[in-house]
């Protein structure tokens, strides 16, 4: 259509013109030493624009051979794209095999983009196949040197996610020669600290996780608990009072005022005996923020005088009357005081607000001490069923295994911290 109305113009036009030059065609002269040529002015537009066509056919003629080759390209990059957007299909819907026999045959050209020979990878680890994994980042090294570093990041990132530990530790230390200080080089080695649970090390990445953004100030204070918290039980296994004592005082102040860590650093000085240490401790924690987990502690530590401990308890059930773990300390403590109708008034008032294994044991055992054969027994019985049956009741407040695991594997925005 485009070409019928240009040429119905130009025949237009080169009508008009004619018509126009009709009276007086006009008259040209073209010397040249002894030559010369003569032309109506008509004539010699018709033959300018003659010439003009013809060498606009001799140009496209020229360029036949290249119009061909940017023809076959783009037929090539239709078909690789084809076939990268069936694999990525095939990848998401969970059919690695399916995905890795396209990007197998889309590697093999030189024209491959680099996410094809990353996918064929992370479709090759999927299948369990490391070799193969292995086989297509080197062949991504080989064909894109320049993007080495992200290559070995991705390669990493599969071997974390087949728990190869190893490998992953010796790929992130050849990464971290060509980007130091990368938030995804971090990351990942933060996942490769936690797997391997080194906890030294991770207690030294901790300022650069929080420099580099790379969690966020909610993710990166649980992380420093958790690697904080396996430091404090690791300085009481020697049984050495003041080694664990000076190790609390240097970690950082926001660290100490963790509720679930400082029960773990309580719970360690009751198991090494520092009894009036922990209760002072505890005290002042307790007179600062109610918990659960520091009250349970209480009712294990064992003062000098008994009494007192007692009597601090009870000013607490004044706050709290209803509160089931305060009742089971307050139970246990008049056990050790030998004030049996008070252990059993605290204990049956803790089980009727939650129901709880420990204190079914507790009040079996003092019923049995009483001569109340079958009430010990009903009591036992009920124990052992919440303790057989997961889910039948809530379980006591959790101490050293309160806190959780940060989930590493999760990009989350990021902030700094102090």
């Not at 061909?68 to 690789?80: G, H, P």
């Not at 922990?278 to 530590?301: H, M, N, P, S, T």
């Amino acid at each position: 259509m485009k070409w019928l109305l240009i040429g119905l113009v130009a025949l237009i036009v080169s009508v008009s013109v004619a018509l126009k030059a009709l009276p007086d065609p006009g008259y040209v002269l073209f010397g040249y030493g002894n030559y010369s040529v003569e032309s109506s002015l008509l004539v010699f537009a018709v033959v300018l624009v003659l010439a003009y066509i013809g060498v606009r056919i001799l140009v496209r003629f020229w360029q036949v051979p290249a119009r061909i080759d940017e023809w076959a390209q783009r037929r090539r990059d239709r078909r690789l794209q084809r076939w990268y957007d069936d694999a990525t299909r095939a990848l998401v819907e969970g059919r690695p095999e399916r995905a890795e026999r396209r990007l197998a045959r889309l590697v093999r050209s030189s024209e491959a983009p680099l996410q094809a020979y990353l996918a064929a990878a992370q479709a090759a680890s999927q299948r369990g196949d490391d070799r193969r994994r292995d086989r297509y980042l080197q062949l991504a090294i080989q064909r894109q040197p320049n993007a080495e570093a992200g290559i070995l990041l991705q390669q990493a990132e599969l071997q974390l996610a087949s728990a190869q530990s190893d490998q992953a530790q010796t790929t992130l230390a050849r990464a971290q020669k060509l980007l130091p200080q990368n938030a995804r080089l971090l990351r990942l080695q933060m996942q490769l600290y936690l797997q391997q649970r080194d906890w030294h090390r991770l207690r030294e990445l901790l300022p650069d996780l929080r420099r580099g953004r790379v969690i966020d100030q909610t993710a990166w204070h649980k992380l420093a608990v958790q690697v904080y918290r396996e430091e404090v039980m690791a300085l009481s296994t020697s049984a050495d009072l003041e080694g664990l004592s000076s190790g609390w005082k240097r970690l950082p102040s926001p660290i100490q005022t963790d509720q679930g860590l400082l029960a773990v650093y309580i719970e360690q000085m009751i198991r090494l005996g520092a009894h009036e240490q922990a209760g002072k401790l505890l005290r002042q924690q307790l007179k600062r923020l109610w918990d659960q987990r520091l009250v349970y502690l209480f009712g294990e530590i064992r003062e000098s005088d008994s009494a007192a401990q007692q009597n601090q308890a009870e000013s607490w059930l004044k706050a709290h009357p209803e509160d089931p773990v305060l009742l089971l300390s307050l139970g246990k403590l008049s056990l050790r005081n030998q004030l049996w109708g008070q252990a059993r008034h605290y204990l049956e008032a803790s089980v009727r607000h939650q129901p709880l294994a420990e204190t079914y044991r507790a009040l079996a055992g003092l019923l049995e001490q009483l001569e109340e054969p079958d009430a010990a027994a009903e009591c036992y019985r009920k124990g052992l069923a919440l303790s057989s049956e997961p889910g039948a009741a809530p379980s006591l407040p959790a101490i050293a295994a309160d806190l959780p695991d940060v989930d590493a594997a999760r990009p989350e925005p990021l902030s700094r911290s102090a």
